[in-house]
Nanobody
Framework: QEQLVESGGGLVQPGGSLRLSCEASGFTLDFYAVGWFRQAPGKEREGVSC????????YYADSVKGRFTFSRDETKNTVYLHMNSLKPEDTAVYYCATPAFPRRVNYGCYAREYDYWGRGTQVTVSS
């Protein structure tokens, strides 16, 4: 059964760093586009960083560009979101997601293109 599990969230002070992990089971993550999304209380879900894995550029939302980095480790069937210079406005539940099968996705982070979602990991940035 296909499953995505996020981890690595927590409480961090402004300016701090976290590394989120998204581990897949039941399928080979390296064949799939993967997106990181987040949702803060009372706000709509936002695409943070999405990688099509088709040789194109990784997308980053303007709000995180230069601070967050997407990476993959095929040996661990895991993708990561490295988050630096964290701000209180980064506080949210972070989710990873993939399409139901390996296919090309549009450049950007469009939630409608992603079918499998993890349960999320909470990130809180506060002093």
């Amino acid at each position: 059964q296909e499953q995505l599990v996020e981890s690595g969230g927590g409480l961090v002070q402004p300016g701090g760093s976290l590394r989120l992990s998204c581990e897949a089971s039941g399928f080979t993550l390296d064949f799939y586009a993967v997106g990181w999304f987040r949702q803060a209380p009372g706000k709509e879900r936002e695409g943070v960083s999405c990688d099509s894995n088709s040789g194109g550029s990784t997308y980053y939302a303007d709000s995180v560009k230069g601070r967050f980095t997407f990476s993959r480790d095929e040996t661990k069937n895991t993708v990561y979101l490295h988050m630096n210079s964290l701000k209180p406005e980064d506080t949210a539940v972070y989710y990873c997601a993939t399409p139901a099968f390996p296919r090309r996705v549009n450049y950007g982070c469009y939630a409608r293109e992603y079918d499998y979602w993890g349960r999320g990991t909470q990130v809180t940035v506060s002093s």
